[in-house]
T-cell receptor, first 112, second 112 residues
Framework: GEDVEQSLFLSVREGDSSVINCTYT??????LYWYKQEPGAGLQLLTY?????DMKQDQRLTVLLNKKDKHLSLRIADTQTGDSAIYFC????????????FGGGTRVLVKP | NAGVTQTPKFQVLKTGQSMTLQCAQD?????MYWYRQDPGMGLRLIYY???????DKGEVPNGYNVSRLNKREFSLRLESAAPSQTSVYFC???????????FGPGTRLTVT
């Protein structure tokens, strides 16, 4: 089945690290993505990880993938007020023609 | 490059009216998608076009039709708008070799 789940809300203090979690159910997924949506805007691709990787780092962003538990996380180091947004994880799998299945989104609020 | 563009940005319709949402991409992508985003429900796929000349239903196709006019353009039509179609509509595109999608800024539609 295709189901991607995320917690609804995360509050973090400016300068701290944020960790956003995502669980998925399809073990045949090929790529997993993180998108950011700022108010009134479309979704912006942040980063992605291949399903055969455990970790990917890109500047302040670290993606961790635990395939055994079907758990994906996005860590944002030194969180800034500009990081306040909704974050979506998404999985793609070849069996569905590489269509993306999105989680419901996690709203991150960064407090000064 | 403009990426993915959508028109109009905002629209108000009365129940029963029809309209077409336009989407165009200049990235030479093969696949294009239409999503709707409702509060608390994340993104739901309405229709997609894996390549020029093909279209397929997504998760919530009822009440909509699409046309892949050429490789660049993918339109979404509401023949008889209903209040349940009040939503934010996003168009996206992706290259044939990868699954990541690139999103337009969205169309905010209100049906009264």
């Amino acid at each position: 089945g295709e189901d991607v789940e995320q917690s609804l809300f995360l509050s973090v203090r400016e300068g701290d690290s944020s960790v956003i979690n995502c669980t998925y159910t399809d073990s045949s997924s090929t790529y997993l993505y993180w998108y950011k949506q700022e108010p009134g805007a479309g979704l912006q691709l942040l980063t992605y990880i291949f399903s055969n990787m455990d970790m990917k780092q890109d500047q302040r962003l670290t993606v961790l993938l635990n395939k055994k538990d079907k758990h994906l996380s996005l860590r944002i180091a030194d969180t800034q007020t500009g990081d306040s947004a909704i974050y979506f994880c998404a999985e793609a799998f070849k069996a569905a023609g590489n269509k993306l299945t999105f989680g419901g989104g996690t709203r991150v609020l960064v407090k000064p | 490059n403009a990426g993915v563009t959508q028109t109009p940005k905002f629209q108000v319709l009365k129940t029963g009216q029809s309209m077409t949402l336009q989407c165009a991409q200049d990235m030479n992508h093969n696949s294009m998608y239409w999503y709707r985003q409702d509060p608390g429900m994340g993104l739901r796929l309405i229709y997609y076009s894996a390549s020029e000349g093909t279209t397929d239903k997504g998760e919530v196709p009822n009440g909509y039709n699409v046309s892949r006019l050429n490789k660049r353009e993918f339109s979404l039509r509401l023949e008889s708008a209903a209040p349940s179609q009040t939503s934010v509509y996003f168009c996206a595109s992706s290259p044939i070799t990868r699954a990541e999608q690139y999103f337009g800024p969205g169309t905010r539609l209100t049906v009264t």
